[in-house]
Protein backbone atom coordinates (compact mmCIF):
# COMPACT_ATOMS: atom_id res chain seq x y z
CA UNK A 1 0.00 0.00 0.00
CA UNK A 2 1.06 3.89 -0.70
CA UNK A 3 1.13 6.78 1.68
CA UNK A 4 2.11 9.82 1.96
CA UNK A 5 4.33 11.63 5.25
CA UNK A 6 3.95 15.58 5.13
CA UNK A 7 5.86 16.44 8.25
CA UNK A 8 5.04 20.14 8.43
CA UNK A 9 1.13 20.77 9.73
CA UNK A 10 1.94 24.52 9.29
CA UNK A 11 4.57 26.86 7.41
CA UNK A 12 4.45 30.66 8.62
CA UNK A 13 6.56 32.41 5.45
CA UNK A 14 6.67 36.32 4.61
CA UNK A 15 5.49 37.24 1.55
CA UNK A 16 8.58 37.19 -0.99
CA UNK A 17 10.60 34.61 0.85
CA UNK A 18 11.23 31.21 -0.40
CA UNK A 19 9.47 28.14 0.70
CA UNK A 20 9.70 24.39 1.23
CA UNK A 21 6.95 21.95 1.82
CA UNK A 22 7.85 18.24 2.22
CA UNK A 23 6.10 15.21 1.61
CA UNK A 24 7.86 11.91 1.84
CA UNK A 25 5.80 9.14 0.24
CA UNK A 26 6.29 4.93 1.00
CA UNK A 27 5.39 2.54 -1.32
CA UNK A 28 7.04 -0.73 -2.86
CA UNK A 29 6.24 0.08 -5.97
CA UNK A 30 6.39 2.89 -8.79
CA UNK A 31 4.08 5.58 -8.37
CA UNK A 32 2.53 8.88 -9.51
CA UNK A 33 2.95 12.06 -7.53
CA UNK A 34 0.61 14.77 -7.08
CA UNK A 35 -0.27 18.07 -5.51
CA UNK A 36 -3.17 19.69 -4.54
CA UNK A 37 -3.78 23.29 -3.45
CA UNK A 38 -7.21 23.83 -0.98
CA UNK A 39 -7.97 27.53 -1.03
CA UNK A 40 -10.72 28.40 2.18
CA UNK A 41 -14.02 27.39 1.52
CA UNK A 42 -12.98 25.68 -2.31
CA UNK A 43 -12.02 22.56 -3.06
CA UNK A 44 -9.31 20.72 -3.66
CA UNK A 45 -7.34 21.76 -6.98
CA UNK A 46 -4.45 19.94 -9.22
CA UNK A 47 -1.34 22.03 -8.49
CA UNK A 48 1.01 19.70 -10.46
CA UNK A 49 1.95 15.94 -10.82
CA UNK A 50 4.58 13.88 -11.74
CA UNK A 51 3.66 11.25 -13.66
CA UNK A 52 7.20 10.02 -15.65
CA UNK A 53 10.08 11.65 -17.64
CA UNK A 54 11.93 15.03 -15.97
CA UNK A 55 11.72 14.62 -12.38
CA UNK A 56 11.52 18.35 -11.91
CA UNK A 57 7.58 19.82 -12.41
CA UNK A 58 6.20 22.96 -12.71
CA UNK A 59 2.94 24.59 -11.88
CA UNK A 60 1.99 27.65 -14.00
CA UNK A 61 2.36 30.04 -11.06
CA UNK A 62 5.82 29.40 -9.77
CA UNK A 63 5.21 26.24 -7.69
CA UNK A 64 8.25 23.28 -8.40
CA UNK A 65 8.24 19.78 -7.24
CA UNK A 66 11.58 17.65 -7.60
CA UNK A 67 10.51 13.39 -7.75
CA UNK A 68 13.34 11.72 -5.90
CA UNK A 69 13.07 8.42 -6.00
CA UNK A 70 15.94 7.54 -3.61
CA UNK A 71 14.77 9.64 -0.76
CA UNK A 72 11.44 8.72 -1.73
CA UNK A 73 10.38 12.70 -1.78
CA UNK A 74 8.46 15.19 -3.72
CA UNK A 75 8.91 18.59 -1.81
CA UNK A 76 7.40 21.60 -2.97
CA UNK A 77 9.20 25.00 -3.90
CA UNK A 78 8.56 28.26 -4.68
CA UNK A 79 11.32 30.84 -4.72
CA UNK A 80 8.88 33.66 -3.76
CA UNK A 81 5.87 33.46 -2.26
CA UNK A 82 2.40 35.57 -2.53
CA UNK A 83 0.16 36.88 -0.32
CA UNK A 84 -2.50 34.91 -2.40
CA UNK A 85 -0.41 31.69 -1.89
CA UNK A 86 -1.74 31.13 1.33
CA UNK A 87 -3.72 27.98 1.74
CA UNK A 88 -3.57 24.45 2.99
CA UNK A 89 -1.61 21.72 0.54
CA UNK A 90 -1.64 18.33 0.38
CA UNK A 91 0.76 15.77 -1.14
CA UNK A 92 -0.69 12.55 -2.58
CA UNK A 93 0.66 9.19 -4.37
CA UNK A 94 -1.12 6.54 -6.70
CA UNK A 95 0.48 3.36 -8.14
CA UNK A 96 -0.31 3.59 -11.98
CA UNK A 97 -3.43 1.84 -13.00
CA UNK A 98 -4.78 1.94 -9.89
CA UNK A 99 -7.72 4.68 -9.04
CA UNK A 100 -7.18 5.42 -5.56
CA UNK A 101 -5.15 8.52 -4.64
CA UNK A 102 -3.66 8.56 -0.92
CA UNK A 103 -3.35 12.01 0.47
CA UNK A 104 -1.08 13.08 3.40
CA UNK A 105 -2.20 15.53 6.19
CA UNK A 106 -1.31 18.39 4.69
CA UNK A 107 0.65 21.47 5.29
CA UNK A 108 -0.92 24.95 6.06
CA UNK A 109 1.29 27.56 4.27
CA UNK A 110 0.48 31.18 5.61
CA UNK A 111 2.10 34.06 4.03
CA UNK A 112 2.85 37.06 6.32
CA UNK A 113 2.99 41.01 4.54
CA UNK B 1 -16.62 23.32 -19.17
CA UNK B 2 -18.75 22.68 -15.67
CA UNK B 3 -16.91 21.40 -12.74
CA UNK B 4 -17.85 19.05 -10.18
CA UNK B 5 -21.18 20.48 -8.55
CA UNK B 6 -21.81 19.13 -4.53
CA UNK B 7 -24.99 20.02 -2.87
CA UNK B 8 -25.64 21.86 -0.12
CA UNK B 9 -22.46 23.74 0.79
CA UNK B 10 -23.14 23.43 4.70
CA UNK B 11 -25.46 21.21 6.59
CA UNK B 12 -26.24 21.60 10.42
CA UNK B 13 -28.16 18.98 11.93
CA UNK B 14 -28.62 17.12 15.12
CA UNK B 15 -27.30 13.69 16.17
CA UNK B 16 -29.34 10.71 15.32
CA UNK B 17 -30.68 12.56 12.14
CA UNK B 18 -30.67 11.70 8.48
CA UNK B 19 -28.75 13.97 6.51
CA UNK B 20 -28.32 13.50 2.25
CA UNK B 21 -25.45 14.88 0.08
CA UNK B 22 -25.38 15.49 -3.71
CA UNK B 23 -22.46 15.03 -6.03
CA UNK B 24 -22.81 15.59 -10.08
CA UNK B 25 -19.62 14.90 -12.09
CA UNK B 26 -17.85 16.55 -14.71
CA UNK B 27 -19.83 15.22 -17.66
CA UNK B 28 -17.88 12.19 -19.41
CA UNK B 29 -16.04 11.14 -16.23
CA UNK B 30 -17.03 7.41 -15.39
CA UNK B 31 -15.34 7.49 -12.09
CA UNK B 32 -16.46 8.96 -9.15
CA UNK B 33 -15.26 9.30 -5.17
CA UNK B 34 -16.92 9.92 -2.40
CA UNK B 35 -13.97 11.32 -0.05
CA UNK B 36 -14.46 12.29 3.65
CA UNK B 37 -11.84 15.23 5.20
CA UNK B 38 -11.71 16.03 9.03
CA UNK B 39 -10.80 18.58 10.44
CA UNK B 40 -6.72 18.97 9.79
CA UNK B 41 -6.56 15.93 7.88
CA UNK B 42 -6.47 15.03 4.38
CA UNK B 43 -8.91 13.06 2.59
CA UNK B 44 -9.88 9.39 3.28
CA UNK B 45 -11.75 7.54 0.43
CA UNK B 46 -15.53 6.28 1.50
CA UNK B 47 -16.51 4.58 -2.07
CA UNK B 48 -15.74 4.88 -5.45
CA UNK B 49 -17.99 4.12 -8.35
CA UNK B 50 -16.91 3.24 -11.81
CA UNK B 51 -19.89 3.78 -13.39
CA UNK B 52 -22.55 2.41 -11.79
CA UNK B 53 -20.73 -0.10 -9.79
CA UNK B 54 -19.37 0.60 -6.32
CA UNK B 55 -15.63 -1.01 -6.96
CA UNK B 56 -14.51 0.25 -3.16
CA UNK B 57 -16.24 0.68 -0.67
CA UNK B 58 -14.38 -1.18 2.10
CA UNK B 59 -13.78 2.21 3.72
CA UNK B 60 -17.47 3.21 4.04
CA UNK B 61 -19.30 2.78 7.45
CA UNK B 62 -22.01 0.66 6.26
CA UNK B 63 -24.07 0.56 9.34
CA UNK B 64 -24.41 4.30 8.95
CA UNK B 65 -23.40 5.18 5.19
CA UNK B 66 -24.95 4.37 2.00
CA UNK B 67 -24.23 5.44 -1.61
CA UNK B 68 -25.65 5.08 -4.94
CA UNK B 69 -25.12 6.39 -8.10
CA UNK B 70 -28.08 5.91 -10.62
CA UNK B 71 -27.65 5.11 -14.58
CA UNK B 72 -23.66 6.18 -14.00
CA UNK B 73 -24.18 10.10 -13.55
CA UNK B 74 -25.21 11.71 -9.77
CA UNK B 75 -24.48 10.32 -6.66
CA UNK B 76 -26.00 10.81 -3.27
CA UNK B 77 -24.23 9.76 0.22
CA UNK B 78 -26.56 9.38 2.83
CA UNK B 79 -25.94 9.63 6.92
CA UNK B 80 -28.76 7.91 9.14
CA UNK B 81 -28.71 8.13 11.32
CA UNK B 82 -25.60 10.73 11.96
CA UNK B 83 -23.05 10.75 15.08
CA UNK B 84 -20.83 14.00 16.45
CA UNK B 85 -17.95 11.87 14.85
CA UNK B 86 -19.57 12.54 11.47
CA UNK B 87 -18.95 16.33 11.65
CA UNK B 88 -16.63 16.68 8.46
CA UNK B 89 -16.06 17.95 4.77
CA UNK B 90 -17.51 15.27 2.40
CA UNK B 91 -15.81 15.98 -0.71
CA UNK B 92 -17.39 14.63 -4.49
CA UNK B 93 -14.24 13.94 -7.28
CA UNK B 94 -14.74 12.93 -10.43
CA UNK B 95 -11.86 11.31 -13.10
CA UNK B 96 -12.14 9.44 -16.89
CA UNK B 97 -11.66 6.09 -16.79
CA UNK B 98 -8.24 6.37 -18.46
CA UNK B 99 -6.60 9.22 -17.22
CA UNK B 100 -3.54 10.12 -15.57
CA UNK B 101 -4.67 10.32 -12.26
CA UNK B 102 -5.94 13.47 -11.52
CA UNK B 103 -8.95 13.66 -9.60
CA UNK B 104 -11.23 17.07 -10.09
CA UNK B 105 -12.98 17.87 -7.09
CA UNK B 106 -16.05 19.57 -5.99
CA UNK B 107 -16.50 22.10 -3.46
CA UNK B 108 -17.31 20.12 -0.41
CA UNK B 109 -20.48 19.97 1.58
CA UNK B 110 -19.76 20.95 5.54
CA UNK B 111 -21.43 18.66 8.12
CA UNK B 112 -22.02 19.67 11.23
CA UNK B 113 -23.68 17.07 13.66
CA UNK B 114 -24.81 18.70 17.41
Known amino acids: AQSVTQLDSQVPVFEEAPVELRCNYSSSVSVYLFWYVQYPNQGLQLLLKYLSGSTLVESINGFEAEFNKSQTSFHLRKPSVHISDTAEYFC???????????FGTGTRLTVIP | EAGVVQSPRYKIIEKKQPVAFWCNPISGHNTLYWYRQNLGQGPELLIRYENEEAVDDSQLPKDRFSAERLKGVDSTLKIQPAELGDSAVYLC?????WGTGELFFGEGSRLTVL
Open chain 2, 93 to 97: ASSPL
Open chain 1, 92 to 102: AVKRPGANNLF
